[in-house]
T-cell receptor, first 112, second 112 residues
Framework: GEQVEQLPSILRVQEGSSASINCTYENSASNYFPWYKQEPGENPKLIIDIRSNMERKQTQGLIVLLDKKAKRFSLHITDTQPGDSAMYFCAATVTNTGKLTFGDGTVLTVKP | ETAVFQTPNYHVTQVGNEVSFNCKQTLGHDTMYWYKQDSKKLLKIMFSYNNKQLIVNETVPRRFSPQSSDKAHLNLRIKSVEPEDSAVYLC???????????FGHGTKLSVL
């Protein structure tokens, strides 16, 4: 099966700076990579995703990069705000297998 | 907007008891999941059902059994709970057209 490693596990940044979370995967057939944000007491919510036919995707202050050769993908949050403080999960899957494997999560704290 | 509904929100019980959790999705998806989120916030897949057919059964203890009456409902029964079953159980529904996963708010189980 797939294994996804996510780093760092804890990330503290100053408001207004950027935050980066990195993930690596093992299965070269994986072709769909979503990112989820989970606030305390809430369910994980999809914030952005990227497919293997893309190397970069950007939406509303979020950038995801995908390096298929290195089997690595990353989330970059620009101009962080206190509301970005949450747990973030990366995940990977081969489409149509129905099995999404999550990283262990990153706790992001944005200090005012 | 929540479209994956779980009941109950919380359940406190004693070792050896049987518990059941319910999940319903109104998204019209064919595939539903149970994930376990432990105290370290790790997200681990337990079961997947595709239109009432079990398609993924991870190595979970036999005391756990999923039950599905139709593609919109996926329940989880735990026959004789153990202390290590204390966790949040997250139900999810998957859109096979884009692989996106939508989580319910979870059922928090505490085993005393």
């Amino acid at each position: 099966g797939e294994q996804v490693e996510q780093l760092p596990s804890i990330l503290r940044v100053q408001e207004g700076s950027s935050a980066s979370i990195n993930c690596t995967y093992e299965n070269s057939a994986s072709n769909y990579f979503p990112w989820y944000k989970q606030e305390p007491g809430e369910n994980p919510k999809l914030i952005i995703d990227i497919r293997s036919n893309m190397e970069r995707k950007q939406t509303q202050g979020l950038i995801v990069l995908l390096d298929k050769k290195a089997k690595r993908f990353s989330l970059h949050i620009t101009d962080t705000q206190p509301g970005d403080s949450a747990m973030y999960f990366c995940a990977a899957t081969v489409t149509n297998t129905g099995k999404l494997t999550f990283g262990d999560g990153t706790v992001l704290t944005v200090k005012p | 907007e929540t479209a994956v509904f779980q009941t109950p929100n919380y359940h406190v019980t004693q070792v050896g008891n049987e518990v059941s959790f319910n999940c319903k999705q109104t998204l019209g998806h064919d595939t539903m999941y149970w994930y376990k989120q432990d105290s370290k916030k790790l997200l681990k897949i337990m079961f997947s059902y595709n239109n009432k057919q079990l398609i993924v059964n991870e190595t979970v203890p036999r005391r756990f059994s999923p039950q599905s009456s139709d593609k919109a409902h996926l329940n989880l029964r735990i026959k004789s709970v153990e202390p290590e079953d204390s966790a949040v159980y997250l139900c999810a529904s998957r859109d096979i057209s884009n692989e996106r996963l939508f989580f319910g708010h979870g059922t928090k189980l505490s085993v005393l």
